[in-house]
């Protein structure tokens, strides 16, 4: 029997994502990444910079799930309050973190580092930090909730820098299958009885609209990789049924 993976759900805190304003960038990274190491994203939030939306969120979600993503917030202005919120999720201190504080204070001249910039070492009581190697100023773990950057360069590098202290599972496996000029409706039926077979896989249709014409693609997604394969070919089978010409992989952009 495959034991079930670790999960994951990500927050995105910012009023410029909601007010659209910033396109996040970070959601696709997030999801790819998660699912190569066995933690798929089953959730994304999209929340303002409000206190008690913050807390009340995370106090949520890091009880369903086994991982939790925040992203945004932690930077040196007065709307950065994520860090801030995170101590308050965990009912302890917010404060100067050692290690933290003296990474930047040997990071700056003599001077700049400003009571702003020292908002960026301040941390919840117990945090283990996440190395930043471009721009110094470190993430952070609490419990089972990981603190990223909002910027993509830089939650990319802490993200990598996080990624070999997770617990994961098997890799996300998943294999598309596309044909031209089938609509949806054509294909719910076998479809339908595709997932029936492989109740244990995610298994998708995403109808798509080209210049010249449309058509659907069928996507198995799991960590069982043979199951997978089995669950695509099936795929094509149906395809093929249906008089169409099944093409492997994603249609072309």
């Known amino acids: 029997m495959t034991v079930p993976n670790p999960t994951a759900c990500l927050l995105v805190i910012g009023n410029e994502v909601l007010s659209g304003r910033t396109k996040d960038a970070n959601i696709n990274f997030l999801a790819t990444r998660l699912g190569e190491i066995g933690i798929p994203l089953r959730e994304v939030r999209i929340i303002p910079d409000v206190r008690e939306t913050i807390i009340a969120t995370l106090n949520d979600v890091r009880a369903r799930f086994d991982h ?29 973190h050692p290690e933290a504080w003296a990474r930047l204070e040997r990071h700056y001249k003599p001077g700049d580092f400003n009571p702003a910039r020292q908002r960026m070492a301040t ?71 595709i997932q029936a077979r492989w109740p244990q896989l995610d298994i998708g249709s995403y109808p798509y609209y080209r210049m010249g014409g449309g ?38 952009v």
């Open 68 to 96: 939790v993503f925040t992203t945004g917030g932690i930077g040196p202005t007065h709307d950065d309050i994520t860090s801030d919120c995170v101590a308050g999720a965990f009912g302890v201190p917010w404060e100067p």
């Open 123 to 193: 941390m919840p009581r117990g945090a283990l930090l996440i190395d930043n190697a471009i721009s110094i100023a470190p993430g952070f773990t609490m419990g089972n909730v990981h603190v990223l950057a909002g910027v993509p360069r830089i939650m990319q590098a802490m993200f990598e820098s996080l990624a070999p202290t997770l617990a994961g599972g098997p890799p996300i496996a998943s294999r598309a299958v596309h044909a031209d000029g089938v609509m949806e409706g054509r294909i719910a039926e076998g479809l339908a009885a």
């Open 215 to 252: 058509g659907v693609a069928l996507v198995a997604k799991g960590n069982d990789a043979d199951a997978v394969e089995e669950a695509a070919r099936a795929i094509t089978v149906l395809l093929r049924a249906l008089g169409s010409q099944p093409i492997q992989g994603e249609p072309p």
